[in-house]
């Protein structure tokens, strides 16, 4: 049995992460906005209004150290952030408001959760951001979350290089079927991945320490 972080416990692909390592016995602590929405059977939660803010992450942070402690001192062996958000507009109409929204969710999140956790990692951790195929996404409208992913893997490779002994993977889903379309002028493909398919993947990833982007295409 493993030990799993995940950030943004209370997305559709952070619920069925939840499952598959829960299935797996592995012992998660789930972090979000929306207790309402983690999945049953998580060992400890913790809700955080927004991934981005540093003060908020740090004391979660504290609440889990304490907790790991109560624990016997208990390490994260895997963390997956799967905060994510989504706007379409094209940029000369973008508020500053929405483009930082964007990027803080997608990108700027992913290095605080990084930051604050990192002291209770295990020697060797696997760390999982959700990501996307960055190089299908330069479309019209979507310059924020287009920007943060493409973002997202560059500062997962800088961090590789800065950490040999951690195991780093973006995934890359395709489209996968959750509520962003709601979101966006753009019609969801009739082959989107479902989101227990992308929690597997991230299992198996784990288990066959597979590291840099996982890209994960429809069939």
């Known amino acids: ?12 692909i952070g619920q069925s992460v939840s499952k598959a390592f829960l299935e797996d ?3 998660v602590w789930a972090i979000g906005r929306r207790p309402e929405r983690f999945a049953p059977g998580v060992q400890w939660a913790h809700t955080v209004s927004d991934a981005a ?6 004391q979660a942070a504290q609440a889990l150290q304490a907790h790991l402690q109560s624990l016997g001192g208990r390490q994260i062996d895997a963390l997956v952030y799967a905060v994510g958000d989504i706007a379409a507009q ?7 408001e929405t483009w930082q929204r964007i990027l803080n969710a997608n990108l700027t999140g992913a290095f605080v959760a990084t930051r ?3 002291p209770l990692f295990s020697p060797e951790p ?5 990501g996307a195929l960055s190089e299908k996404l330069v479309l019209p409208g979507l310059s924020a979350y287009a920007t943060a992913k493409a973002g997202l893997e560059v500062f997962a490779q800088v961090l590789a290089k800065e950490q040999p002994r951690w195991k780093i993977s973006v995934v890359r889903p395709g489209a996968v079927a959750t509520r962003f379309w709601e979101r966006v002028p753009f019609r969801m493909p009739p082959k989107a991945l479902q989101p227990d398919e992308v929690a597997l993947r991230i299992l198996e990833a784990y288990y066959n320490e597979q ?3 996982l890209d994960l295409i429809p069939e």
Do not use: P, R
């Open 53 to 58: 803010d540093f003060a908020q992450m740090e």
């Open 90 to 96: 094209k940029t000369h109409e973008m508020n500053l």
């Open 116 to 118: 604050v956790f990192s």
């Open 25 to 27: 016995e592995w012992e």
């Open 126 to 130: 696997h760390l999982f951001y959700i």
């Open 1 to 12: 049995m493993g030990h799993l972080l995940l950030i943004g416990a209370d997305s559709t």
């Open 211 to 213: 590291k840099g982007t």
